[in-house]
């Protein structure tokens, strides 16, 4: 199998830097780990907010720490560092090579979708607080065996609640997520940057929020040994 791996993010309209930072980094024994944290408002304030989260948990899952302790970490380390009073969603996406499943870890009230063959669609949406202002704030933890045929997109909530400002409906990534994979879509790229388009479009071509779009898309194909990765910004 090959584990397709994509991003899409974009800033809100008129505001010099996003919010959200995306971070990887491989794991000790195998495998790679996805650290997406949006924090708190947008801008210069947020970057930083979403900076901190996102190092600490990277710095300790490359140590070799378990997704939830590095998640827990990371809160207590917000926590502390700014009192109680800004908070950040942290969301962490791992391929572990030992157990050959996902796990993923959530503290954001935003779902993630994820799909498989055999299951269809489903939303890991249990009730999860964000990192930062609560004591004893912990993640919410799944695993999902890795399967052929198996999409997973975690996202900030620019996604879901843009149109939210222009007295349209929000945004459904869900039955967006949905109706790209029923119509043959599996390049995770192309699902992102889809799902990103269209969030924008609600918005009037102004987002209202940072957006970011992790998709994870697992071909059935072995192809050769070689890992790949690409990346484009603009300047």
């Known amino acids: 199998m090959q584990i397709q791996f994509a991003v899409a993010k974009i800033s809100k309209y008129a505001s010099s830097e996003s919010g959200d930072t995306l971070e990887m980094v491989e794991r000790p024994l195998g495998g790679m780990s996805m650290v997406l944290v949006d ?28 997704d939830g302790a590095a998640a827990r970490a990371a809160h207590d380390y917000l926590y502390t560092y700014r009192g109680g009073k800004v908070s950040a969603t942290l969301n962490i996406l ?5 157990t050959k499943t996902f796990v993923i870890s959530r503290n954001n009230e935003a779902p993630v979708i994820f799909y498989t063959e055999d299951g269809g669609l489903q939303l890991l949406d249990e009730p999860s607080q964000r990192v930062g202002v609560h004591r004893n704030t912990k993640p919410v933890i799944s695993e999902i ?15 879901r609640h843009a149109g939210d400002y222009s007295g349209s409906n929000c945004y459904d990534p869900a039955a967006a997520f949905e109706r790209m994979l029923s119509s043959g879509m599996i390049d995770s790229q192309e699902i992102a ?43």
Do not use: C, H, W
Not at 61 to 66: I, P, T
Not at 94 to 98: F, M
């Open 39 to 66: 924090g708190q408002r947008s801008g210069k304030a947020a970057k930083a907010i979403s900076n901190v989260v996102a190092r600490k948990a990277i710095q300790l899952l490359a140590e070799g720490v378990r």
């Open 94 to 98: 791992s391929v572990d090579a030992v």
């Open 145 to 159: 065996p890795i399967v052929a045929g198996t999409a997973i997109a975690v996202f900030t909530d620019g996604l």
């Open 193 to 235: 940057d889809t799902l990103l388009a269209e969030a924008r479009a609600m918005d009037g071509g102004r987002p209202r929020d940072d957006i970011s779009v992790l998709v994870v898309y697992v071909q059935p194909d072995e192809g050769d040994a070689v890992r790949r990765m690409t990346a484009s910004i603009p300047l």
